[in-house]
Antibody
Framework: DVQLQESGPGLVKPSQSLSLTCTVT?????????WNWIRQFPGNKLEWMGY???????SYNPSLKSRISITRDTSKNQFFLQLNSVTTEDTATYYC??????????WGQGTLVTVSA | DIQMTQSPASLSASVGETVTITCRAS??????LAWYQQKQGKSPQLLVY???TLAEGVPSRFSGSGSGTQFSLKINSLQPEDFGSYYC?????????FGAGTKLELK
């Protein structure tokens, strides 16, 4: 069965970079699908951030385009999120998810990242 | 960006009742709509995609309908495990966007 697991620091200082890892088991990220990052703010609003496809192409939400990068390590079956120049507005629970036709059938459990000095 | 507007924001219902949640898109998204259920402290779970296709393992008391800009999720004969929050999401191109959610509470 496909499983996704987020990991990374739970606290990031303003102006620094947020870096998260999504480790995928049960399916190769190079076989198919798009591998996404989605975040949920306090108050529960959900925001799609972007994806890296099985072929390595990327697509980002234009609202984040200048700050976001999604990369991968195929040898470890992991993909990564980097979000630069964070502010307190980036405090959220971050999810990785597998997309098929751009709906999300598999999600990680989520990791809370707080941006605070 | 396509805006997704859900209603109601919250809903109280009893076990056994039938409820309907609606979602309106700011432009035509054909049938490219998904619905998710989220329980407190958990990740969202896919219920429906392509407006009316039930995801694997989803009980048949859930049904999705609609096309264009107006969509609905109907839950027949509510069960205790159905209480939580529900979100719609369009999947008609990027950026993908979600509705603000509907919180379904036990009356």
């Amino acid at each position: 069965d496909v499983q996704l697991q987020e990991s990374g620091p739970g606290l990031v200082k303003p102006s620094q970079s947020l870096s998260l890892t999504c480790t995928v088991t049960g399916y190769s990220i190079t076989s198919d699908y798009a591998w996404n990052w989605i975040r949920q703010f306090p108050g529960n609003k959900l925001e799609w951030m972007g994806y890296i496809s099985y072929s390595g192409s990327t697509s980002y939400n234009p609202s984040l385009k200048s700050r976001i990068s999604i990369t991968r390590d195929t040898s470890k079956n992991q993909f990564f999120l980097q979000l630069n120049s964070v502010t307190t507005e980036d405090t959220a629970t971050y999810y990785c998810a597998r997309g098929a036709g751009t709906w999300f059938a598999y999600w990680g459990q989520g990791t809370l990242v707080t941006v605070s000095a | 960006d396509i805006q997704m507007t859900q209603s109601p924001a919250s809903l109280s219902a009893s076990v056994g009742e039938t409820v309907t949640i609606t979602c309106r898109a700011s432009e035509n998204i054909y049938s490219y709509l998904a619905w998710y259920q989220q329980k407190q402290g958990k990740s969202p779970q896919l219920l429906v995609y392509n407006a009316k296709t039930l995801a694997e393992g989803v009980p048949s008391r859930f049904s999705g309908s609609g096309s264009g800009t107006q969509f609905s999720l109907k839950i027949n004969s509510l069960q205790p495990e159905d209480f939580g929050s529900y979100y719609c999401q369009h999947h008609y191109g990027t950026p993908l966007t979600f509705g603000a959610g509907t919180k379904l509470e036990l009356k």
